[in-house]
């Protein structure tokens, strides 16, 4: 089955920088790369999501990128707010296009530092 | 949030006993999925359907069944609850057509003493 692997576990930056979170995949079948943040307490909420026929996306502050080759793909985040501060997962679909289900990466715990 | 709510919010059980959980949506989706959370593991998936009494198996499926017979409800039972069960329980639903964006629900918080 598939394995997503996600780093860092925690990462801090000051408030107006840039986060970068990467993810790799195993299974080449994978076709779709969301990205979920969920705040403590709360749901996972999905932000943004790739396809694999897509390099990149772009959703005001957030992008995703996507190189299929590599089984890799990134979760940028510019000029940082506090409201940022939350853990972000990734997750892939596997062949079946997440109709059978995600596997999901164990998360980045991001602090947005005043 | 997408139409879902879960029941019970939060629940303490015995070792033992059984518990049914408990996702309602009023989106007419036809996925609907349960995964489990926990700390260092992030979410795993138990079951999901793909319709009316269409059922398949997760991840993490042993100690766990699901039922549904209703299109808007899909239960999550643990025959059987052991303390490896202790989680938190979120179920999510997608609309599957061209598309598999999942969405969850609040979540269900499972002690088992």
């Known amino acids: 089955g598939e394995n997503v692997e996600q780093h860092p576990s925690t990462l801090s930056v000051q408030e107006g920088d840039s986060a970068v979170i990467k993810c790799t995949y195993s299974?080449?079948?994978?076709?779709?790369f969301p990205w979920y943040k969920q705040e403590l307490g709360k749901r996972p909420q999905l932000i943004i999501d790739?396809?694999?026929?897509?390099g990149e996306k772009k959703d005001q502050r957030i992008a995703v990128t996507l190189n299929k080759t590599a089984k890799h793909f990134s979760l940028h985040i510019t000029e940082t707010q506090p409201e940022d501060s939350a853990v972000y997962f990734c997750a892939a679909s596997g062949g079946g296009g997440g109709a059978d289900g995600l596997t999901f990466g164990k998360g980045t715990h991001l602090i947005i530092q005043p | 949030d997408a139409g879902i709510t879960q029941s019970p919010r939060h629940k303490v059980t015995e070792t033992g006993t059984p518990v049914t959980l408990r996702c309602h949506q009023t989106e007419n989706h036809r996925y609907m999925y349960w995964y489990r959370q926990d700390p260092g593991h992030g979410l795993r998936l138990i079951h999901y359907s793909y319709g009316v009494k269409d059922t398949d198996k997760g991840e993490v499926s042993d100690g766990y069944s699901v039922s549904r017979s209703k299109t808007e409800d899909f239960l999550l039972t643990l025959e059987s609850a052991t303390s490896s069960q202790t989680s938190v329980y979120f179920c999510?639903?997608?609309?599957?057509?061209?598309?598999?964006?999942?969405?969850f629900g609040p979540g269900t918080r499972l002690t088992v003493t």
């Open positions: 999510a639903i997608s609309p599957g057509t061209s598309l598999y964006e999942q969405y």
């Open positions: 790739i396809r694999s026929n897509v």
């Open positions: 299974d080449s079948a994978s076709n779709y």
